[in-house]
């Protein structure tokens, strides 16, 4: 279908559109125009990717900017279904234009999940795979291969060298899978391929942590022009991924093997003395002119990647101390010994970066300076070396990662040394925890150098926390509703079990057997009445763990088995993909199943249940953080004294927005549909804090329920949903076709125009209209939300 | 397509080597009755075939056969065939020797779908099973003719849906009994049944369909009485057992003879093994058992293969490697996964339905298969309310010989017409009355075109209809008039009295009407069939069947007799009753005789039409006997 967003002609490729599909769009294209970021909260499974891809798709062609997108999404099970969309667009597109436009879409994922070399592919672990491709296709490798050295290449990536260097895959939209079938039919290397062609690409389609990591964002992002439009999908999470990849653990163990590669790269360097000086001395000279220089050396091969570079980083020479590299080898070993005597210690720690360095410098004279240029200066170092099997220096490389970022940052971040694993233990397991508190760092970069950012996702409320926690102003934020010609979900809070005793997964009860068994009577009868699946998320592993074992024990898992399969997440990840195959079966077998899982796991992020792959998802307990974690604790005290948001406001938004989002896993369309079931007394307070269109949905004698009454609420409401119900009943309601745009957009003009002549009777016509778009936001916390129904309740 | 044939001496006497219908035999019959016998060769008893090379100019197939229950040592005879159609005999023998060759390594590999044998029922049991079969598995397709064959010989499976259906088995034996003498049972039988295929597939289906296994360990519950555990299990759960828990099985396999099977099973329910079965934790309270307790560290399941392949939707793994360079802090105790060994039940549950659903053709495609998106994973993205509507997935019916369903005379009539025609004079024609009737760029009342109507005289009204234009007013009387009686008669039919009632009839009268109804239409399908067929070895069946026609009618009159003495005496219980009423009150009671349903008159509507093609069979069958019985004369 074609229509027109103000002169933009958009090719949507349906015949039919939902209203808030619309509004999604032209919204976007406000922003767009105006320019600004915005954050835009848009009901699960009601087609937000497909909408964002046809109206930037069409912004990209119709306008001679041609500005590029790059869209950012959480898992590769996204980023594979965008590219999946995107593909289907375009071929729409061709369709209806009657011709193939020249464009080009590529999606990029580790090069564990790309690797076509034979036994490379064949490693289990994403960092060796890493290590060894780098040890196949690295530039000195292949001087070498020329000298005549028998070393081995990777002939995949050989290949590439073969093609043009802008055109070494063809126009059009490659899905990873389609990547990798292109890869492997013409023999090149899939991974470096996308690398390659990401400055010739109109959509580049990939994980968060390429923009927001410094390590990965400065060599893969470098060339990305200001006007490109970001989009982060799925971004409810995105302060988690921010701070992840500023932060980083070291243990005991850790130090003892950075020793021992220390203690190589010792030995290599004596090696090299001794048959190529040379080459050590041009890495000096070198490293006296800045790093600048040594960058332009490097390209895609680099060997170890630096956590920051800022600018004058790069163009400061390496402190004297460390060119050597026998000096710098001596500097790092006294680093390592300074760190394992704080390890030593019997109590926790919590310690500010500068009161580190400070404490450092008193006992090792080690200054901030050389330190900040640790990681830079262990990169080049290995490359001068010509090290092959650097998967061997791995927690070298975290130890030279640690230094300079604690020698870059004062605030926003916090160091925190815990003797102990647990409470209880008894046996020391020291752990180093290097924690960033600022999720407005990371993501800082993004939002300084590109024009539009745009945050989207199911779940962002309230909206407002996403501008503060991440210290940005967006010109619009907005949340949908979702029209609905019939009520295509029931979401529930059951806050008392058929025993009418109150169920939560609160610390003080969740073990009590009397709770837990309310639970099991809850899923057991949800399995009873539900067809095909039922997705039961629980706050924890712990939890699930523990819950499940007493279920088993009650007998409640074996009453369960008489209607449903049982399938649970794993620690193990392709196991707990064996498990998701095989409930999927299940469920299109008829025979049923129901998968327990973790709301903040594996299978929550990323992996639908839409259709009869879930009927019901039932969220036992409010997915809280575990308090008494110290870095939690930190994050919350930061985030308290630097940006006003209190504690319990904050934690209890971090549940709920996990709680909806598991929610959300199971719709797909309107013609879709399934109950949500809230089991946990905590909810009903929270309420107010859910997204729009589930609160919306949410009669209000629906949120204090027992296990009985919501049990017949969603016999019946499966009742109705059994009845058969046509696409024609729901158009003009919750679905539009070009005529209903049409009649929307008159309505709209004559109401405009409606206003404006009122303002102008009125006598303001002097200051004409604030343009909706450029709404500005007022970056102030609203206080008035009723201190009470915030109110945490205390675990 | 004809089974294969070809012109062949045997023996240095000409004659045609052909393979019989159901490719089950090959055959050589002489050209010249008499001139030697004809020879048969089942293809199960085919050892070898020999065929001379292409380049030699002698065609030449060398069969070996032996006798199934020939000794072991007995050399093969062997029968060697030449064919003689010239330039035809390569690919005639090419076309033997393929075809016996198919079907003999399929007679070798022993697949029973290629051998219907005279097995009898147990191989009907097995068609019902590979069917159902064919059906739920993801097998490969079989040859639908195959499958039909098997439907029709399998007697079990057909006298089980006879069972099933009642009004089917009163049918069936209804026709069984009337049918002409003629008429062998067995082919009746077999005619009966090839109308009915569609049903016999349904109902191995549906046999086919059985309950899918069940976690069997968690409902096996034990109860006390008398201060004794009992726990009764049947034969099925051990044989679940076996199959879900291979251990058992082994367990079970190397102990029995030693134990008792009732020790084994009471020890086994006791021991630390089922709680491990189970995915339960072991205690050290729990007791021990010498025995059982030796398979405890055995590992049940072997390691999933860990080189299948994922779709990328599903892939958790996948999604963890998707940065391989994830830093962060590791998370909080709660959210680490302990170890499988402190909770077993995960990795049991999981395990265990793995093995439930394994034999289910999985939902996202073949695991083993490259990965790669396919349509289905398409169509899965789509928003499928916002689709437009479905393409209509019809398949186009191509009439190879349109010309049969014209007469020939007219088809060529028409030919000759329009050859005549000179196409500039008819295009002048065509252009003039368009101008004449769109007069203004084609801005034209419709009704005009349709109806030139008023103007037109009316007497066109008493021309016969096939002469009446179309389009004038009489013809679109007609056409109204037809629309409003087919409403009528349909509105009839779905009339709920109609349906519910008997139009008057008893029960009993109404049954047999509907019997002899389905049976009339039986034999009536039977007769076209082989009347249809033009098969001359068929005459005599095409005779019996007819006169079964006849009885047929004779049938239905008889029930219309009936049906009117029914009538007969309900109207004479009213006339009496009237009667009795006049006398007893002397009040004239007007009886409506005309509202006594039933009677021949009812039957005969209610079976006009089977009446009707009864009569039209009879007739054509009569027509074309005098024809050809006038032939015979005229060639005699």
Redesign the interface.
Known sequence: MKFFIDDLPVLFPYPRIYPEQYAYMCDLKKTLDVGGHCVLEMPSGTGKTVSLLSLIVAYQQHYPEHRKLIYCSRTMSEIEKALAELKALMEHRAKELGHEEEFRALGLTSRKNLCLHPSVKREKSGTVVDARCRSLTAGFVKEKKERGEDVELCVYHENLDLLEPHNLVPPGVFTLDGLARYGEEHKQCPYFSARRMMPWCNIIIYSYHYLLDPKIAERVSRELSKDCIVVFDEAHNIDNVCIESLSLDISEDSLRKATRGANNLERKIEEMKSTDEEKLKNEYSKLVEGLQEAEKAREEDQFISNPVLPDDLLKEAVPGNIRRAEHFISFLKRFIEYLKTRMKVTHTISETPPSFLTHLKDLTYIERKPLRFCAERLTSLVRTLELVNIEDYQPLQEVATFATLVATYDKGFVLILEPFESEAATVPNPILHFTCLDAAIAIKPVFDRFRSVIITSGTLSPLEMYPKMLGFTAVLQESYSMTLARRSFLPMIVTRGSDQAQVSSSFGIRNDPGVVRNYGSLVTEFARITPDGVVVFFPSYLYMESIISMWQGMGILDQIWNYKLILVETPDAQESSLALETYRTACCNGRGAILFCVARGKVSEGIDFDHHYGRAVICIGVPFQYTESRILKARLEFLRENYRIRENDFLSFDAIRHAAQCLGRVLRGKDDYGVMVLADRRFERKRPQLPKWINQAMLDSETNLSTDMAVSNAKNFLRTMAQPFRAKDQEGISTWGLADIERHEAKRKTEEERMMREEMNNGHAMGGMIPSASRIVEDEYDDNIDADLMMLDAP | MSPPSGAASYKKKDGTIAISADENSVSWSPAVAGAGNTITIPVVNITNLQQTPASNPKVMLKIFAQAPDAPPNSTPDQYVFLFTAGPDARPQADLIKDTLSARVNAAKSGTPSQTPGPRGASEGLSAAMAIANAVTSAATSKNPLDEENRLRSDIELQQSLLRSDSNLQRMFFEGLHTKPEALSSASFVSQFWSTRLHLLRAHAIEQGQVR?S??VL??LKPRVEDNVTRLNISKEQIQLIFTQHPLVKRVYDENVPKLSEQQFWSRFFQSRLFKKL????ITEADATDAVLDKYLRTDEAPQ?D?D?N?H???????????????????P?????????D??P???T??S???K??AN?????GD?NA????NEE??K?????????EEEQSRITLNIRDQSRFFTHGQEEDKTKQIAKQDPDELLQILRAEINQNLPSQGNTQLGKLVDPGDDEDEEMEDAPASRRPVGSSAALHDAFSQILEALRERRTQMNERATSETYGLSIALFDRLTLTHATSTEFLHQFWQAFLSGNPDRAGEVASLAESLQRAVERIKSVANDAEAERKVEVDRLKKQARDMYESTGRRLRVNLEGVEGGQKVVNQLLGPTLHALEVASTRYQKELAEQNKEAALAG
Do not use: C
């Open positions: 899918g069940y976690n968690s409902s189970r995915g339960e934790r999933p860990r299948t994922i990328h939707f599903l892939d958790l793994a996948a999604n963890e490697e998707n940065h391989s360079q994830r830093g962060g802090n590791r909080y105790l709660d959210m680490r996964p302990s170890g499988v402190k909770v039940i995960i990795r549950l999981n265990l339905s793995e439930i659903m289910v053709a999985p939902a996202d695991m490259p990965i790669g998106i994973a398409w899965k993205l789509q928003l499928q309310d916002l689709r437009g």
